[in-house]
């Protein structure tokens, strides 16, 4: 694993591991789950990769780190996030549609593991995957008119990265098919689910 693989993985950790699980919790005790997530944010937010830090070293502990594919594992799990931290809170429709499109995309992404060496069915979520990328680009597109001031030109900044990572995703794929290495498609479709991530994140702050 890379340094740069390493900074992926540490940026998706809180947003889509840790902050699900305690969502999920929070009905148990929900001013203790509150508290549990703003010491995480809070932690986070002083000493980025914490959360990271946290799930490598409990695989140490359990001496399992060597046998769990993190790339993998990270983009399973973006499949089931429906994390509320990760959406906009809205009656408007336009920012309801961002929501249900970038979580669209990523349950997309997350089918990438089981389907990679079925070729007409991965060929099926590459379709999926370009048109869900399309939609959520519409969807940033729509809701410009919402922002105000220098957040527009935060959101416009992180649409650029995002069809950034887009184009790497599709030059990833033509890669694929002629070498086979599934590790690479993992890591690059992780990167697209963390750009969605920041995407929903920039507009989330901008609106609040």
Known sequence: MTMGDEELYASMALPGV???ILEELQRRDPEAIRSIKAAFIKAE??????????????????????????????????????CTDLQILSNEEVLKLLNDRSINLKKILSRIPDEIFDRKRFLDTIKDTASA?????????????LIEGSYKQNLEMRKKEFVRYSRNFSNTLKEFFRDGEKQNV???????????????????????
Not at 138 to 143: E, K, P, R
Not at 186 to 208: C, E, G, I, R, W
């Open 133 to 145: 990328i399309r939609l959520l680009l519409d969807s940033v597109n729509s809701i410009f008119h």
């Open 18 to 20: 840790v902050l699900p």
């Open 45 to 82: 937010a002083q000493h980025p990769g914490f959360t990271y830090d946290l799930v490598t070293g409990i695989l140490q502990k359990a001496e399992i780190e060597n046998s769990v594919d993190m790339s993998e594992c990270m983009l399973r799990l973006a499949g089931t996030n429906t």
């Open 186 to 208: 993992f890591l690059s479709a992780n990167h697209l689910v963390n750009q969605t991530n920041l995407l929903m994140k920039t507009v989330k702050d901008a609106l609040n």
